[in-house]
Each structure stands twice: as C-alpha cells, then as structure tokens.
C-alpha cells in the first residue's frame, strides 16, 4: 500500500484511467487512486503484466482495478479502448503516464528511433486526450486530466531530444487544453518528475554502460523521488477542491533541474565505443520487453 496524505475514500465515485498503469511510476499512481476508492483502468501494450498489476493492486485496496491491452500508437486501437471503457461508465479522470525512451546521441538516431518515442508519447497521448476530451465536452462532464512529464520540457534533453521534443509538446497541450476546454471545466495539469528509480526507465537511460550515472547531477535534496511523494501531488490534482488549479506543469525532483540541469547533459563525455556499448545494452532491454509483447495475443481491447 502506498503512504498517502489523504482521507480514506476522498477519490471515491471517480472512474480514472491511468495509461502505462501496469509498471513503475504508472502503477504507484493507480494503486493510490484505488486505495483512496476510486474505480482505476490501467492500459499497456503487455496484458500479462497489465492483469499482474491490477489483480495486485485490487487484492490489496479492494477496489476495482481493470486492465485493458492498448496500443496508445494507434488512434482506432485508442477509441475502442475508450469506448470500451465508456460503456461501462464515463471516466472523470486521465493520466497520461505511457511513455518510450533511451539515451542516445542524436546524430545515431533514425527517423524510426524517432518515431519510436514521438509515436508513443507525442502522438499517442494526443489520441487518448482527445478519444476521452470529445465524450467529457458532448456530455458536458467535468475531469481532470494529468499528463506526466519531465523538466527537460524547460531546458531540453540533450540526448534525449526525441523525448524531449514530445513531452514539451504535451506541456503545451496542457497549456493550450486548459484554456480550451476551460469553458467545458475539463482541467489539465502535468507533472514533471525528477529521478524516481523504476525498471522501465532506468534500463534505457541509466545502464550499466554509461556508468549507471544517467542524470547524475547534483540533487539540493540529497535523494532520489519516493513513490509515494509523487502518488500524493497525483492525487491532489486529480481531486476535487482544486478547480480552479488548471494549465500547469508542477516540478517534483527536490530543485535537481534548478540546481544542475536534471538532463543528460553529462553524457558529452562519452565516445563512440561508449555508445555502441550503451545501444547494445539498451536494446537487449527493448528486446526483453518485446518477447513479452509477442507473448501476448491481443493488440488493443
Ligand atoms: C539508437 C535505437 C535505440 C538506441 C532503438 N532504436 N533503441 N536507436 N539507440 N538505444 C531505434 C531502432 O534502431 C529502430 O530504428 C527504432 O528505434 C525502433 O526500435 P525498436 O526496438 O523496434 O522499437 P520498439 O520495439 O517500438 O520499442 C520502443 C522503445 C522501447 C521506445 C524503443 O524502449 C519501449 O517500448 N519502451 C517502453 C518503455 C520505456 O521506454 N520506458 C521508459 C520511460 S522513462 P531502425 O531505423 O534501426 O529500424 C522516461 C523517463 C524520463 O521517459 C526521465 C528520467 C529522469
Ligand atoms: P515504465 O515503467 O517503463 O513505464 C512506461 C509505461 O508505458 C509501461 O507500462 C509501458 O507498458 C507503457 N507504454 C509504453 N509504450 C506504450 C504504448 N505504445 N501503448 C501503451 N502503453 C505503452 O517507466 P516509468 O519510469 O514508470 O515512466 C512512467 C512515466 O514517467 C513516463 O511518462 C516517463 O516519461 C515519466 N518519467 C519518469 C521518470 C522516472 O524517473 N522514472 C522521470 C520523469 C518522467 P508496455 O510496455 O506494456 O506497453
């Protein structure tokens, strides 16, 4: 269970779905809204650890917890998730939490390493914000939704630029939404995390190979992110209380970017045969996960 800040049932009647909800920071996110009672979808490409996650997490809160298989790279694989989920009931709330990334220097890149990451985090969140923004405004229901970020958005991702490039244009999608669907009182926040250590993201841009030092840069706070720090700024924003709180990006990483940056700028040191180790490592990762992929049967819901 997560160490929450909240009364118990404070998020009971929301129906939220969290996408990227069967691993790392996605799942911490998930199992505080459960905790605190409300209904939670959770949505990946890998329905093994997608049931995994949520058959843990509903064991443990007794909440309803669903896991749904989806693609967020294909807009239709979205809409028939979305509407699967509408037939059960609107959602009140969105994380767009799924992401891909990987260090890289950037002149290695391909149009398809690009796209690797564009497609999921630019693209693929723009389609779920919008499968579920169309049902909120023709119905004329309230939500919240939260995207999840990095502070690179404001001082770039030197080897990272395909990230980068995609979160800063989600952060002004929230800006632009907020504004937008105001009218509609569909809220839109992000968050922008410093270093919380998960499988997922340290494999691609930590690895061994590159020191395991990824964004090694001075933290004022002495420490990495504790899940739970980011679970209760997750749940504050979706929360009711706070309606009036719409259009921002909340830093959480103890001042790193303010104090060093927060990047990968570090990495400038490295050389090419530094580099093909790195790729070598970070693609043993992405192969691992595929096998899982490949397991698997169903694409989307
Ligand atoms: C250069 C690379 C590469 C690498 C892949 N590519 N890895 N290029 N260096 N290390 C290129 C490939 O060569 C290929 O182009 C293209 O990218 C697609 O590769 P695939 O392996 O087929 O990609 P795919 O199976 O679609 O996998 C997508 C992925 C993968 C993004 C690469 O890592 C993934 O599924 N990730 C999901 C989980 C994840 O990334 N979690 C971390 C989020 S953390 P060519 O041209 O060769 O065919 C995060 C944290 C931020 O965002 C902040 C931390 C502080
Ligand atoms: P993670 O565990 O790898 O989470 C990424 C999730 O996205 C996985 O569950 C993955 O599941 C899902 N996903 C990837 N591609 C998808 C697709 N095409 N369709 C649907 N789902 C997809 O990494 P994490 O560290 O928790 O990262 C979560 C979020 O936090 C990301 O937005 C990341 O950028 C952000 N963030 C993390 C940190 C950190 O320090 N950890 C810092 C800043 C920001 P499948 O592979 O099964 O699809």
């Given amino acids: 269970m ?33 905790q605190l009672g409300a209904i939670v979808y959770i949505c990946g490409r890998r329905i093994n650890v997608l ?24 807009p239709e694989a979205v809409d028939e998730l979305v509407a699967q989920i509408w ?8 994380v767009n939490n799924a992401a ?23 693209r693929g969140t723009f389609y779920v914000t919008l499968a579920c923004g169309k049902r909120w405004i023709e119905a004329g229901d309230t939500a919240s939704v939260i ?12 080897f990272t630029v395909p990230s980068a490039m995609s979160k800063a244009g989600i952060n002004i999608m ?15 926040n992000a968050i922008a995390p410093g270093p919380f250590p998960t499988k997922g993201a340290w494999e691609r841009l930590s ?9 090694s840069g001075y933290i004022p706070l002495g420490r990495v992110g504790e899940m739970n720090e980011l679970a209760n700024l997750a749940v504050f924003l979706m929360a009711d209380g706070c309606e009036y709180l719409t259009g921002q990006t909340i830093a959480i990483d103890g001042a790193m970017h ?36 490949a397991k698997e049967t169903r694409v989307s819901v």
């Avoid at 843990?56 to 909440?63: H, P, Y």
């Avoid at 929230?174 to 839109?188: M, N």
């Avoid at 690895?207 to 964004?215: D, V």
Wanted: aromatic share 6%; hydrophobic share 35%; with cysteine.
């Fill in 207 to 215: 690895p061994q190979s590159a020191g395991g030092s990824g964004s």
């Fill in 2 to 34: 997560v160490e929450m800040m909240f009364r118990d049932n404070l998020l009971s009647g929301k129906r939220i779905l969290v996408t990227g909800g069967g691993t790392g920071l996605g799942e911490v996110m998930a199992e505080a809204y459960a």
């Fill in 100 to 122: 891909g990334n990987f260090i890289s220097r950037t002149r290695d890149l391909s149009p398809r390493g690009f796209n690797a990451i564009a497609d999921i985090v630019f």
């Fill in 87 to 94: 037939s059960e009931g609107p959602l009140t709330g969105l």
């Fill in 51 to 74: 049931e995994q996650t949520a058959k843990r997490i509903g064991d443990a809160t007794g909440s309803t917890v669903k896991a749904l298989a989806c693609d967020i790279r294909l």
């Fill in 258 to 293: 303010l104090a060093s940056g927060g990047n990968f700028a570090s990495l400038s040191k490295l050389g090419d045969s530094d580099w093909e180790r790195i790729r070598n490592e970070i693609r043993s990762a992405n192969e691992q996960d595929r096998k899982e992929r």
């Fill in 174 to 188: 929230t800006k632009s939404l907020a504004s937008e669907w105001g009218p509609h009182r569909i809220r839109l």
């Fill in 147 to 158: 995207s999840i970020l990095t502070t690179w958005i404001w001082n770039g991702g030197p």
